[in-house]
């Protein structure tokens, strides 16, 4: 691939004509572990726009921000946060992470503080003590914001399935190009739409620069 193309597709059709150093690097990232082993094209953009959409476009592994008012409460996490509490909890993140993520996803409860300490990192924010535990850093949740073990996360988990039980290759595949569907392989339909437009313009990209 010829990666100055690339970037200079995406630059226009993505990124509002400029590119920063990290958006590069963290792109290039990507794309490098892609040479190593190539698959299939489609797999590759509906990942970058995984990425431009879980870290808001910066494409560099970030921590969760879990800063929320009460209204951002509500619309987030509804099921964990009345409106009453939602109000006393409110732009208290360490708090936020505790109530929202306890108990589940192998997760202790509230008092536990697991759900700050395994809160969202990543290319892709991993989540939950479970999973950080799968990836071998439970001990350095941390770990999860290197470059390299970033883009290895991003890798497995969304060509094994190993996030939802949902594969690339379950969307993507001889017969099928699913790219509104491929979001079950993260987080079920959330901003499935989306995703796939943008997934659509890496992917042209990507046919531009080979």
Known sequence: MDHETFFSAVRTSLF???????QVKGMEAILIAWAATPFDPRWLAY????????TGKTMCAITENLNYSAAGLRDVFPKYFSIGEARAFCRQPRRIANRAYAN???NGDEGSDDGWRYRGRGLVQIT????????????DPDMALDPSKATEILFDGMINGRFTGKRLADHFNATV???IGARKIING????LDIAGIAKKFIAAIEQAR
């Not at 990942?47 to 879980?54: I, N, P, R």
């Not at 939950?128 to 001990?139: F, Q, S, T, W």
């Not at 339909?189 to 499935?192: H, I, L, V, Y």
């Open 128 to 139: 939950g003590r479970e999973n950080y535990d799968k990836y071998g850093i439970v001990d």
């Open 104 to 106: 589940r996803m192998g």
């Open 47 to 54: 990942m970058l726009a995984t990425v431009y959409h879980e």
């Open 16 to 22: 509002g004509g400029r590119l920063s150093t990290n």
């Open 177 to 179: 190009s699913d790219w």
């Open 189 to 192: 339909t959330d901003r499935a």
